[in-house]
């Protein structure tokens, strides 16, 4: 009788009823404390202008050289390179308003003003002609950057990861929705710092248009909702010290002010 007990445990545990019994158990536990072994990550979100509600970010591709005058000055050659993309985690980006602090491991913190595109759906294969309906909003922000380990990581081949994607490296402003703004296809951006005009450009002189970013952009990523694309910056790239106030503004997208703390 007991060596059948322990036979028939032994079958029930090996049977997938057993697996199925024990996934339940763990479950049930689990919902206690929110189903999830450690606190799940907070939802990273961008005000909007104008609403209560809040724009829920998913991803954050970045364009790189895409303005001509720019990729010139980065010693590129813009008639034989094409831009290209990088990312930066989500949580890179925090609410201009909050101040930057001047990051850890680097010398020469650089800024980069650039439009901010928020995705409210996506796709693969984006046609350039459809790419503007995937867009809720646009804003201002800046890609801040550790050009010192960005230099190393040239000079090594190496990835610019730890040079683009560090915490905090993107303040950004609210979002101006499409509904309400319309589309930035064309306007005057420019930076300051501590009050002298440093980047003044326009953005019809991105070398990929919006619409072609989402585009080629979507060769390589099935691009969703939540989606930011970084568009580039324009020439006029320098670095800043703790204390200074940066500005950035977009004709039709308002001016945001952070400050290195
Ligand atoms: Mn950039």
Redesign the pocket.
């Known amino acids: 009788m007991e060596n059948t007990d322990k036979t028939s445990r032994r079958q029930f545990l090996s049977s997938g009823a057993a697996v199925a019994a024990t996934a339940c158990v763990s479950q049930e536990v689990a919902a206690q404390n929110t189903g999830y072994v450690i606190d799940p990550p907070d939802v990273v979100s961008m005000e909007i202008h104008g609403s209560d509600e809040r724009f829920p970010v998913r991803r954050v591709f ?3 050289r895409n303005y001509r005058a720019h990729a010139i000055e980065s010693g590129d050659d813009p008639d034989v390179n094409p831009p290209f993309f990088f990312i930066k985690p989500r949580d890179a980006i925090i609410d201009s308003r909050d101040g930057l602090p001047y990051p850890s491991v680097t010398k020469a913190l650089r800024y ?1 003003g ?1 439009l901010v595109v928020a995705l409210k759906s996506g796709g693969t294969d984006i046609d350039p002609a459809d790419a503007l309906s995937h867009i809720f909003a646009y804003g201002v922000g800046l ?1 801040m ?1 550790r050009q010192d380990l960005q230099q190393e990581a040239q000079r090594l081949s190496r990835p610019w990861a730890i040079s683009k994607s560090f915490d905090k490296s993107a303040p950004c402003g609210p979002l101006y929705p499409v509904e309400t703004n319309g589309h930035a296809v064309t306007g005057r951006i420019w930076l300051s710092v501590n009050g002298e005009v440093k980047q003044d450009s326009g953005l019809e002189f991105q070398r990929w248009s919006v619409s072609e970013g989402i585009s080629i952009l979507s060769r390589h990523y099935e691009l969703t909702a939540g989606d930011i694309i ?1 568009t ?2 324009p020439e006029g790239i320098g670095l800043v010290e703790t204390g200074d106030v940066i500005r950035v503004g977009i004709d039709g997208l308002g001016e945001i002010e952070v400050t290195v703390t």
Request: charged fraction near 30%; include cysteine.
């Open positions: 970045c364009l790189g980069e650039e890609d950057t970084m580039g910056t």
